[in-house]
């Protein structure tokens, strides 16, 4: 393997681990920090859980002063939730350039779950969410992760309408999508379900799940629904509306099919 081109070295020096610090004795230096937001650490602040806070990366110069190195959000959070003390990874003799190298160590190396992976540990902490949704596609007899005839793989989108609108919604999505489209790869495309599950999501009450089937499939094929997805939302949605997302042209294309043929006064409004 060849050697990078630009390494980030760091000298060698003591940390220490899991030293109980109080949270407003630490410091921030914004040389060696990204900029705060306060958006972030409140909803960071919203759903803590001082259990698993995890540990804050902390310089201790030479004065005894203690700065953070990585950890800002979350120190940030717990001074909004009221959390007086934290665990923290205190490394000792660097300079302020170390500290921004160690930061930027940090950060390369750490990377968030692939969503795959955060709902197999999801599945396995027995979370709600993820529970729900792997009941809902057992029911249909589908996996998640890759997409097939009986796989999706738009974990993110899947969760979503979980999250977002209940497990109930989720499996009116793949109901209609299968009753439309029969079981396809194509059938399970993320912007399809998205579209479907938003629609019903917001419009449920006053749906009939056979109808919205019968009238999506009347507007052409799965592959014919992505292309014309695809090409809305490279031209900015419709009305040239400006939007960019997928899934909410793919909503508006499946509030448009359920409109077709009906009286204005029964039409679903475009709210």
């Known amino acids: 393997m060849p050697k990078p081109r630009y390494e980030y070295e760091l000298p060698v020096h003591e940390v220490d681990y899991g030293q109980e610090v109080v949270v407003d004795d630490l410091k921030i230096d914004p040389q060696a920090q990204r900029t705060l ?14 259990e698993a806070i995890g540990l804050i990366m902390v310089s201790q110069r030479s004065d005894g002063e203690k700065y953070i190195v990585d950890g800002q959000h979350r120190h940030r959070a717990c001074q909004l939730a009221g959390i007086r003390t934290v665990k923290a990874e205190i490394h000792h ?3 302020l350039d170390q500290e921004a190298i160690l930061f930027l160590i940090k950060n390369r190396e750490s990377h968030k779950p692939r969503p795959i992976d955060e709902y197999h540990v999801g599945l396995t902490g027995g979370v709600p969410l993820f529970v729900d949704t792997d009941r809902v596609l057992k029911q249909h007899g589908l996996t998640l992760g890759s997409t097939s005839t009986n796989g999706v793989g738009a974990v993110s989108g899947v969760l979503r309408i979980t999250e977002r609108f209940g497990a ?15 079981r396809s790869p194509e059938t399970w495309d993320g912007m399809i379900l998205g579209g479907i599950g938003q629609f019903l999501g917001k419009w449920g009450d006053m749906v009939d799940d056979t109808e919205l089937a019968r009238k999506m499939l009347a507007q052409g094929t799965a592959s014919k629904w992505r292309a014309e997805i695809l090409s809305r939302s490279s031209r900015g949605g419709f009305n040239n509306s400006g939007t960019g997302s997928r899934v909410t042209t793919a909503y508006r294309l499946v509030k448009h099919a359920w409109n077709v043929g009906r009286r204005a006064a029964n039409r679903i409004p475009d709210a």
Do not use: K
């Not at 937001?37 to 001082?50: C, K, L, S, T, Y």
């Not at 109930?168 to 029969?182: G, Q, S, W």
């Open 93 to 95: 003799g660097l300079t």
């Open 37 to 50: 937001n306060e958006g972030r650490a409140q909803r960071i602040a919203d759903n803590i859980v001082p």
């Open 168 to 182: 109930t919604i989720l499996d009116r999505t793949f109901t209609v999508a299968e009753a439309a489209f029969d």
